[in-house]
């Protein structure tokens, strides 16, 4: 079986919290690390998600602390698309 990890830039406008993370996190910009699996077939690969992870502060924070929060895809998602809404 074949892993990678993907990276992508998620914005929030205004402040935000997921499970698992204690403290609402500010509006801004930040990293996300998707790992992935590959599955295999016959003629193709996909690839399915088997963990998420946000960086912290956001990217514009100028802070000596940095670190990676695993988080749900789901609750990333609805809270991104929650974020959109308002």
Known sequence: MTSRTRQD???F???FTLWGIDMPQPAGTYRVDY???SIDGA???AWRNVGTFLHLPAIVAGSA???MMP????????ALKKDQQQ
Request: glycine share 0%.
């Open 43 to 45: 003629s193709w690969i």
């Open 65 to 67: 602390t940095k670190q």
């Open 35 to 37: 790992d992935e699996e």
């Open 71 to 78: 988080v749900d895809l789901a609750d990333l998602q609805s």
């Open 9 to 11: 830039v998620v914005h």
């Open 13 to 15: 406008a205004t402040d």
